[in-house]
DNA sequence: TCGTTAATTAACTTATCGGTTAAACGTAGA
DNA sequence: TCTACGTTTAACCGATAAGTTAATTAACGA
């Protein structure tokens, strides 16, 4: 695998479990058997999913007496959003459907719309 | 590698070249050696990496006489911004901050503030 | 101090990834 | 029809991912 960044974390995210681990972990802090208690599939297995996690910068960890707790940490999702956002062009008519989507989610008043769509640089990697 | 649709669409984001791939086609069609160009690998591995876009749905493509033509398809991007929305309130202190950056990118007017923060589900994958 | 519990590490297996080179395919044009 | 060009397929290689079971580590508690 890449070891860039981005491609970690892309990659971290890359497995139903991981993702549902990280969903566990938004509803609040977990031990590794408290995590792995939802799967068909072994301590060891979860303890390596949770190290990626970990190396992708994903989760951080703790430890109290023999449990380790895991939290949620999102910074790396901010940036895997940030790569993306500048596709959202190309799927959003104009950056306005979000921004309705979101008046929408908080129930507030109308908003003036407009068009300049801003142009986006390219990354070579 | 799991098979889930995400999982896919992230696996493929997981590597730089066709992170690279993906930019260049966001300024246009290419062919597949166009797109092999910058690169200091061989035009069969490129034609892998595209093989791996298309099966996550990032790219389509058509082809007339020799020429087999890429075009980026951003809807999986959007479903991967889509399962990454839910954890935004986890780093954005509230959702005003992305509304606050979409009118910067607008140069509009200033927006007023306001806090409630919109729970959100977990998937269970 | 000894047993129990929580978790990790070690060793191994199987499958997949990302690259290579060489061969084959499909179309256009001389 | 033959050749050249753009691209894909085939066969292979080395590295690594994701799982297993068994052994080890670390801390607590009787």
Redesign the pocket.
Do not use: C, G, N, Y
């Given at each position: 695998?890449?070891t860039d960044r981005l491609s970690v974390i892309f990659?971290a995210l890359?497995?139903p479990?991981r993702r549902a681990i990280l969903a566990r972990l938004a509803e609040g802090d977990a031990?590794?058997?408290?995590l792995a208690e939802p799967f068909?599939?072994?301590?060891?297995?979860?303890?390596?999913?949770?190290?990626?996690l970990e190396h992708a910068g994903l989760i951080s960890?703790s430890?109290s007496?023999?449990?380790?707790?895991s939290s949620l940490n999102p910074e790396p999702l901010r940036e895997a959003t940030a790569w993306m956002e500048r596709y959202r062009q190309f799927w959003d008519a104009n950056f306005d459907r979000l921004d309705a989507h979101l008046r929408r989610m908080r129930q507030a008043q109308a908003t003036p719309t407009d068009n300049d769509k801003t142009p986006t640089d390219n990354d070579k990697q």
């Open positions: 695998m890449a990659a890359a497995d479990t031990t590794v058997s408290e068909a599939i072994s301590l060891p297995a979860i303890s390596r999913h949770l190290k990626v960890r430890r007496a023999q449990w380790r707790s």
